[in-house]
Protein backbone atom coordinates (compact mmCIF):
# COMPACT_ATOMS: atom_id res chain seq x y z
CA UNK A 1 0.00 0.00 0.00
CA UNK A 2 1.79 3.47 -1.38
CA UNK A 3 2.53 5.57 1.82
CA UNK A 4 0.57 8.71 2.20
CA UNK A 5 2.21 11.91 0.87
CA UNK A 6 3.73 14.53 3.31
CA UNK A 7 1.37 17.01 4.33
CA UNK A 8 2.90 20.67 3.26
CA UNK A 9 4.35 22.81 5.35
CA UNK A 10 2.45 25.78 6.90
CA UNK A 11 4.74 28.15 4.79
CA UNK A 12 4.12 26.03 1.56
CA UNK A 13 -0.09 26.14 2.20
CA UNK A 14 0.35 29.90 3.12
CA UNK A 15 2.31 30.60 -0.36
CA UNK A 16 -0.29 28.35 -1.80
CA UNK A 17 -2.96 30.97 -0.72
CA UNK A 18 -1.00 34.22 -0.83
CA UNK A 19 1.65 34.32 -3.56
CA UNK A 20 5.14 35.88 -2.83
CA UNK A 21 4.17 39.07 -4.88
CA UNK A 22 0.96 39.08 -3.42
CA UNK A 23 2.92 39.16 0.11
CA UNK A 24 5.34 41.72 -0.77
CA UNK A 25 2.80 44.29 -2.19
CA UNK A 26 0.80 43.75 1.35
CA UNK A 27 4.29 44.24 3.35
CA UNK A 28 5.07 47.19 1.29
CA UNK A 29 1.42 48.47 1.75
CA UNK A 30 1.99 48.21 5.93
CA UNK A 31 5.31 49.29 5.78
CA UNK A 32 5.91 51.92 3.38
CA UNK A 33 4.09 54.36 4.48
CA UNK A 34 5.87 54.10 8.32
CA UNK A 35 9.45 54.39 6.44
CA UNK A 36 8.12 57.21 4.62
CA UNK A 37 7.01 59.20 7.62
CA UNK A 38 10.29 57.95 9.62
CA UNK A 39 11.97 59.79 6.53
CA UNK A 40 10.18 62.82 7.57
CA UNK A 41 10.21 62.23 11.37
CA UNK A 42 13.87 62.69 10.53
CA UNK A 43 14.20 65.90 9.03
CA UNK A 44 12.15 67.67 11.60
CA UNK A 45 15.37 66.33 13.97
CA UNK A 46 12.82 63.76 15.89
CA UNK A 47 13.83 60.13 16.25
CA UNK A 48 11.31 57.65 14.82
CA UNK A 49 11.76 54.62 17.35
CA UNK A 50 11.13 56.82 20.16
CA UNK A 51 8.25 58.82 18.43
CA UNK A 52 6.45 55.56 16.97
CA UNK A 53 7.10 53.91 20.61
CA UNK A 54 4.98 56.69 22.81
CA UNK A 55 2.56 56.73 19.78
CA UNK A 56 2.13 53.52 20.18
CA UNK A 57 1.75 53.92 24.06
CA UNK A 58 -0.59 56.64 24.02
CA UNK A 59 -3.25 55.10 22.17
CA UNK A 60 -2.92 51.32 23.21
CA UNK A 61 -0.45 51.69 26.47
CA UNK A 62 -3.73 51.98 29.34
CA UNK A 63 -7.22 51.44 29.37
CA UNK A 64 -7.41 55.61 28.73
CA UNK A 65 -6.13 55.52 25.70
CA UNK A 66 -7.36 52.39 24.50
CA UNK A 67 -11.28 54.12 25.36
CA UNK A 68 -10.19 56.88 23.22
CA UNK A 69 -9.58 54.84 20.42
CA UNK A 70 -12.99 53.17 20.54
CA UNK A 71 -14.68 56.46 20.84
CA UNK A 72 -12.79 57.71 17.74
CA UNK A 73 -13.12 54.25 15.57
CA UNK A 74 -17.46 54.39 16.03
CA UNK A 75 -17.60 57.44 13.17
CA UNK A 76 -14.90 56.23 11.09
CA UNK A 77 -16.59 53.07 10.96
CA UNK A 78 -19.76 54.54 9.96
CA UNK A 79 -18.37 57.30 7.57
CA UNK A 80 -16.86 54.33 6.20
CA UNK A 81 -19.71 52.42 5.43
CA UNK A 82 -21.61 55.79 3.84
CA UNK A 83 -18.66 55.23 1.41
CA UNK A 84 -18.46 51.16 1.23
CA UNK A 85 -22.45 50.55 0.60
CA UNK A 86 -22.33 53.13 -2.31
CA UNK A 87 -19.14 51.62 -3.72
CA UNK A 88 -20.96 48.28 -4.42
CA UNK A 89 -22.99 50.04 -7.03
CA UNK A 90 -19.69 51.99 -8.41
CA UNK A 91 -20.94 55.21 -6.71
CA UNK A 92 -17.93 57.49 -4.60
CA UNK A 93 -19.71 58.73 -1.85
CA UNK A 94 -16.81 61.76 -0.95
CA UNK A 95 -19.84 63.25 1.36
CA UNK A 96 -19.61 61.62 4.46
CA UNK A 97 -18.27 64.75 5.96
CA UNK A 98 -21.00 67.15 5.07
CA UNK A 99 -23.69 63.77 6.01
CA UNK A 100 -22.35 63.50 9.47
CA UNK A 101 -22.46 67.58 10.28
CA UNK A 102 -26.05 67.53 8.59
CA UNK A 103 -26.56 64.65 11.34
CA UNK A 104 -24.83 66.30 13.94
CA UNK A 105 -27.50 69.63 13.05
CA UNK A 106 -30.43 67.88 12.99
CA UNK A 107 -30.01 65.68 16.41
CA UNK A 108 -29.23 68.82 18.09
CA UNK A 109 -32.66 70.26 16.45
CA UNK A 110 -34.04 67.22 18.02
CA UNK A 111 -32.17 67.21 21.26
CA UNK A 112 -33.38 71.11 21.92
CA UNK A 113 -36.80 70.49 20.68
CA UNK A 114 -37.21 67.34 23.03
CA UNK A 115 -35.95 68.46 26.22
CA UNK A 116 -36.25 66.67 29.52
CA UNK A 117 -39.93 65.54 28.71
CA UNK A 118 -38.73 61.86 27.68
CA UNK A 119 -36.25 59.39 29.73
CA UNK A 120 -33.28 58.05 28.14
CA UNK A 121 -34.58 55.32 26.23
CA UNK A 122 -37.02 57.50 24.35
CA UNK A 123 -35.04 60.19 23.68
CA UNK A 124 -31.68 58.96 22.38
CA UNK A 125 -33.32 56.30 19.97
CA UNK A 126 -35.23 59.55 18.65
CA UNK A 127 -32.00 61.04 18.54
CA UNK A 128 -30.73 58.30 16.58
CA UNK A 129 -33.68 58.74 13.97
CA UNK A 130 -32.66 62.46 14.03
CA UNK A 131 -29.60 62.07 13.27
CA UNK A 132 -30.13 59.51 10.17
CA UNK A 133 -32.79 61.67 8.88
CA UNK A 134 -30.66 64.45 8.85
CA UNK A 135 -27.65 62.88 7.37
CA UNK A 136 -30.03 60.90 4.56
CA UNK A 137 -31.40 64.31 3.49
CA UNK A 138 -28.04 65.87 2.45
CA UNK A 139 -27.12 62.79 0.73
CA UNK A 140 -30.43 62.53 -1.10
CA UNK A 141 -29.49 66.13 -2.52
CA UNK A 142 -26.58 64.23 -4.40
CA UNK A 143 -28.72 61.22 -5.42
CA UNK A 144 -31.09 63.18 -6.73
CA UNK A 145 -28.17 64.83 -8.78
CA UNK A 146 -26.97 62.05 -10.02
CA UNK A 147 -30.11 60.36 -10.80
CA UNK A 148 -32.12 62.84 -12.19
CA UNK A 149 -29.45 65.21 -13.77
CA UNK A 150 -27.03 62.96 -14.34
CA UNK A 151 -23.95 64.76 -11.95
CA UNK A 152 -20.88 63.44 -11.29
CA UNK A 153 -21.76 62.62 -7.67
CA UNK A 154 -17.85 62.48 -6.49
CA UNK A 155 -18.05 66.23 -7.36
CA UNK A 156 -21.27 67.10 -5.99
CA UNK A 157 -20.65 65.03 -2.64
CA UNK A 158 -17.51 66.45 -2.53
CA UNK A 159 -18.85 70.28 -2.53
CA UNK A 160 -21.50 69.53 -0.64
CA UNK A 161 -19.25 69.12 2.19
CA UNK A 162 -18.50 72.76 2.57
CA UNK A 163 -21.84 73.62 2.08
CA UNK A 164 -22.97 71.73 4.99
CA UNK A 165 -20.19 72.67 6.97
CA UNK A 166 -21.30 76.61 6.46
CA UNK A 167 -24.93 75.49 7.54
CA UNK A 168 -23.81 74.32 10.46
CA UNK A 169 -21.71 77.65 11.44
CA UNK A 170 -24.48 79.53 10.33
CA UNK A 171 -27.09 77.70 12.95
CA UNK A 172 -24.40 77.63 15.45
CA UNK A 173 -24.21 81.73 15.60
CA UNK A 174 -27.86 82.38 15.37
CA UNK A 175 -30.50 79.80 15.49
CA UNK A 176 -28.80 77.57 17.94
CA UNK A 177 -26.35 79.59 19.29
CA UNK A 178 -26.19 79.57 23.41
CA UNK A 179 -27.53 82.62 24.92
CA UNK A 180 -25.13 82.05 27.89
CA UNK A 181 -22.10 81.31 25.73
CA UNK A 182 -19.88 84.94 26.33
CA UNK A 183 -20.62 85.05 22.29
CA UNK A 184 -18.94 81.65 21.48
CA UNK A 185 -20.56 79.70 18.18
CA UNK A 186 -22.12 76.98 20.05
CA UNK A 187 -25.41 75.48 21.03
CA UNK A 188 -27.20 75.22 24.39
CA UNK A 189 -25.75 72.27 26.19
CA UNK A 190 -27.88 68.67 25.77
CA UNK A 191 -30.33 67.59 28.47
CA UNK A 192 -28.76 64.39 30.45
CA UNK A 193 -31.31 62.32 28.81
CA UNK A 194 -29.94 63.05 25.38
CA UNK A 195 -26.21 62.21 26.83
CA UNK A 196 -24.99 58.39 26.37
CA UNK A 197 -24.12 57.04 29.46
CA UNK A 198 -20.25 57.34 29.56
CA UNK A 199 -18.28 53.55 31.10
CA UNK A 200 -16.17 53.16 33.90
CA UNK A 201 -14.99 56.60 33.99
CA UNK A 202 -13.54 57.35 30.80
CA UNK A 203 -15.43 59.48 27.91
CA UNK A 204 -16.51 55.73 26.57
CA UNK A 205 -19.99 55.92 25.75
CA UNK A 206 -22.15 52.88 25.43
CA UNK A 207 -23.20 54.52 21.39
CA UNK A 208 -19.87 53.59 20.23
CA UNK A 209 -21.84 49.80 19.82
CA UNK A 210 -24.16 51.45 17.69
CA UNK A 211 -21.06 51.52 14.66
CA UNK A 212 -20.23 47.57 14.60
CA UNK A 213 -23.61 46.58 14.74
CA UNK A 214 -24.17 48.76 11.86
CA UNK A 215 -21.46 47.38 9.91
CA UNK A 216 -22.58 43.81 10.64
CA UNK A 217 -25.98 44.62 9.71
CA UNK A 218 -24.85 46.37 6.46
CA UNK A 219 -22.45 43.32 5.84
CA UNK A 220 -25.49 40.70 5.79
CA UNK A 221 -27.38 43.05 3.84
CA UNK A 222 -24.91 42.95 1.12
CA UNK A 223 -24.20 39.03 1.36
CA UNK A 224 -27.92 37.65 2.60
CA UNK A 225 -30.47 39.70 0.73
CA UNK A 226 -31.88 39.79 -2.25
CA UNK A 227 -31.46 43.48 -2.35
CA UNK A 228 -27.48 42.96 -1.77
CA UNK A 229 -27.64 41.02 -4.81
CA UNK A 230 -29.52 44.05 -6.55
CA UNK A 231 -26.86 46.46 -5.80
CA UNK A 232 -24.23 44.16 -7.03
CA UNK A 233 -25.94 43.46 -10.67
CA UNK A 234 -26.57 47.14 -10.69
CA UNK A 235 -22.94 47.54 -9.56
CA UNK A 236 -21.76 44.99 -12.16
CA UNK A 237 -23.40 46.52 -15.54
CA UNK A 238 -25.70 49.25 -14.75
CA UNK A 239 -26.87 49.06 -18.67
CA UNK A 240 -27.57 45.25 -17.83
CA UNK A 241 -29.26 45.37 -15.25
CA UNK A 242 -31.88 47.78 -16.78
CA UNK A 243 -32.45 45.77 -19.21
CA UNK A 244 -32.89 43.25 -17.15
CA UNK A 245 -35.76 45.60 -15.27
CA UNK A 246 -34.06 46.78 -12.69
CA UNK A 247 -34.86 50.48 -11.57
CA UNK A 248 -31.25 51.29 -11.54
CA UNK A 249 -31.96 54.81 -10.74
CA UNK A 250 -33.99 54.18 -7.76
CA UNK A 251 -31.34 51.90 -6.37
CA UNK A 252 -29.12 54.47 -6.66
CA UNK A 253 -31.25 57.18 -5.07
CA UNK A 254 -31.84 54.46 -2.12
CA UNK A 255 -27.97 53.88 -1.70
CA UNK A 256 -27.63 57.39 -1.39
CA UNK A 257 -29.86 57.85 1.15
CA UNK A 258 -28.74 54.35 3.40
CA UNK A 259 -25.39 56.00 3.09
CA UNK A 260 -26.32 59.83 4.67
CA UNK A 261 -28.58 57.95 7.14
CA UNK A 262 -25.30 55.66 8.20
CA UNK A 263 -22.91 58.98 8.26
CA UNK A 264 -25.78 60.77 9.67
CA UNK A 265 -25.59 58.47 12.65
CA UNK A 266 -21.90 59.12 13.20
CA UNK A 267 -22.57 63.01 13.79
CA UNK A 268 -25.35 62.09 16.32
CA UNK A 269 -22.70 60.16 17.98
CA UNK A 270 -20.31 62.95 18.39
CA UNK A 271 -22.94 65.47 19.58
CA UNK A 272 -24.81 63.35 22.00
CA UNK A 273 -21.61 61.21 23.24
CA UNK A 274 -18.82 63.08 22.92
CA UNK A 275 -19.41 66.91 22.48
CA UNK A 276 -22.94 67.67 24.79
CA UNK A 277 -23.71 70.66 22.17
CA UNK A 278 -23.04 71.06 18.67
CA UNK A 279 -20.14 73.03 17.89
CA UNK A 280 -18.69 74.23 14.45
CA UNK A 281 -15.70 71.69 14.62
CA UNK A 282 -17.77 69.00 15.66
CA UNK A 283 -16.74 65.43 13.48
CA UNK A 284 -14.48 67.65 10.98
CA UNK A 285 -12.48 65.30 9.39
CA UNK A 286 -14.24 61.98 10.54
CA UNK A 287 -15.96 61.68 6.79
CA UNK A 288 -12.80 62.07 5.29
CA UNK A 289 -10.87 59.18 7.47
CA UNK A 290 -13.47 56.96 7.20
CA UNK A 291 -13.51 57.37 3.33
CA UNK A 292 -9.56 56.05 3.44
CA UNK A 293 -11.13 53.16 6.15
CA UNK A 294 -13.24 52.34 3.34
CA UNK A 295 -10.80 51.88 0.62
CA UNK A 296 -8.10 50.29 3.13
CA UNK A 297 -10.57 46.95 3.02
CA UNK A 298 -11.89 47.22 -0.61
CA UNK A 299 -15.04 48.34 1.24
CA UNK A 300 -15.98 45.18 3.39
CA UNK A 301 -17.91 46.33 5.87
CA UNK A 302 -15.79 43.88 8.54
CA UNK A 303 -13.17 44.32 7.32
CA UNK A 304 -13.88 48.29 8.11
CA UNK A 305 -13.93 47.89 11.60
CA UNK A 306 -10.75 47.16 11.79
CA UNK A 307 -8.98 49.45 9.52
CA UNK A 308 -11.24 52.00 11.33
CA UNK A 309 -9.81 51.29 14.81
CA UNK A 310 -6.21 51.23 13.00
CA UNK A 311 -6.70 54.82 11.67
CA UNK A 312 -8.77 55.58 15.39
CA UNK A 313 -5.06 54.51 17.19
CA UNK A 314 -2.81 56.72 14.53
CA UNK A 315 -5.52 59.27 15.34
CA UNK A 316 -5.08 59.17 18.96
CA UNK A 317 -1.31 58.53 19.37
CA UNK A 318 -0.79 62.14 17.31
CA UNK A 319 -1.12 63.84 20.37
CA UNK A 320 2.17 61.32 21.18
CA UNK A 321 3.85 63.75 18.56
CA UNK A 322 3.98 67.18 20.15
CA UNK A 323 5.55 65.70 23.52
CA UNK A 324 8.24 63.69 21.57
CA UNK A 325 8.67 64.94 18.56
CA UNK A 326 7.68 68.81 19.51
CA UNK A 327 5.31 68.69 15.96
CA UNK A 328 1.61 69.35 16.09
CA UNK A 329 -0.86 66.26 16.54
CA UNK A 330 -2.30 67.38 13.20
CA UNK A 331 1.23 66.08 11.57
CA UNK A 332 -0.10 62.20 11.84
CA UNK A 333 -2.35 63.16 8.99
CA UNK A 334 1.12 62.58 6.93
CA UNK A 335 1.32 59.27 7.82
CA UNK A 336 -2.72 58.48 6.77
CA UNK A 337 -1.92 60.84 3.40
CA UNK A 338 1.18 58.28 2.98
CA UNK A 339 -1.41 55.08 3.39
CA UNK A 340 -3.99 56.44 1.27
CA UNK A 341 -1.36 57.31 -1.58
CA UNK A 342 -0.36 54.05 -1.14
CA UNK A 343 -3.74 52.10 -1.34
CA UNK A 344 -4.61 54.65 -4.67
CA UNK A 345 -1.33 52.82 -6.00
CA UNK A 346 -2.44 49.51 -5.67
CA UNK A 347 -5.82 50.19 -6.88
CA UNK A 348 -4.78 52.24 -9.97
CA UNK A 349 -2.26 49.36 -10.83
CA UNK A 350 -5.26 46.77 -10.36
CA UNK A 351 -7.44 48.39 -12.90
CA UNK A 352 -5.08 49.68 -15.33
Not at 76 to 101: C, D, H, K, W
Not at 112 to 140: I, K, Y
Not at 186 to 195: D, G, L
Amino acid sequence: MPSAAPSPSPLTRLHNILPASTLLRWLLLALGPLAIFALFLLTVGADPWKTYKAMYFSALGDSFGFAEVLIRAAPFILGGLATALPARTRLVNVGAEGQIALGALATTFAAMALGERFPAWVTLPLLLVAGAVGGAAWAGVAGLLRTRLQVNETISTLLLNYVGALVVIFCVHTVLKDPESFNWPFSPPFAEQARWVTIGGTRLHWGVIVAPIAALLVWYFLTHTHWGLHLRVVGGNPEAARRAGFNVERIQLLVFLAAGALAGMAGMLEVAGIEGRLRPTTGVGFGYIGFLAAWMVGHNPLGLVASSLLLAALAVSGDALQITARLPASSVNILMACVLIGILARVGKRTA
